[in-house]
């Protein structure tokens, strides 16, 4: 029975200047492809929606400042990259028993955690936002303009009901939290 050696990928930190994540990463994937090593860059953040001026606004927000994380079978070639990669500092190290700096892997848990992060990308503010009787107009759709009152909002689904009056009957409609915003004129 012949048995089939499988190789193992493993996760590193890779310590960056601050605001240089993005550029950091591609220089990196960049250097990678180019010698044939096959890698996989996360950048977790989390998106947020808030209002400003009645309107909303998307932020990105970096979960982990300074910090990428990266997936690969090469931590030499890794660890070679990012010595030559401006704006990059250092593939993060922990001290071994014998006193010796080793790269230090991620757990399987923290690494299941930053990609659920980076599915997990819009994250509305909506206590912030809308409350059930508030009275908002629709951006998007065939009901676009028109001013309805919020009847349910589901923040896990990022969706809201609106009963909207059309030939003095209140008719209630599906939108997501960025097809609405705050009618300032209806009080």
Do not use: C
């Not at 096959?38 to 977790?44: A, C, D, G, R, T």
Request: proline share 3%; glycine share 4%.
């Amino acid at each position: 029975m012949v048995q089939e050696k499988r190789e193992v990928t493993n996760w590193y930190t890779v310590k960056v200047q601050n605001n240089y994540e993005k550029i950091v990463a591609d220089r990196i994937q960049l250097e990678m492809n180019r010698i044939n090593k096959e890698i996989k860059i996360v950048i977790p953040k989390e998106r947020t929606v808030s209002a400003k001026n009645g309107k909303k606004v998307f932020k990105d927000k970096m979960m982990y400042p300074g910090y990428i994380f990266v997936e690969t079978l090469s931590i030499a070639d890794l660890q070679y990259i990012v010595r030559g990669t401006t704006g990059a500092t250092k593939v993060v190290e922990v001290t071994n028993s014998d006193g010796v700096k080793i790269p230090s892997r991620l757990r399987k848990d923290e690494v299941y955690s930053l990609l659920l992060a980076e599915e997990e990308l819009v994250k509305p503010e909506t206590s912030d936002l809308f409350v059930i009787g508030e009275h908002v107009r629709i951006l998007t759709g065939a009901f676009e303009n028109f001013i309805g009152e919020i009847d349910f909002l589901d923040i896990d689904a990022n969706k809201v009901k609106v009963l909207v009056k059309i030939f003095g009957r209140a008719t209630p409609v599906d939108l997501h939290f960025e097809d609405i915003t705050k009618d300032i004129l209806t009080k």
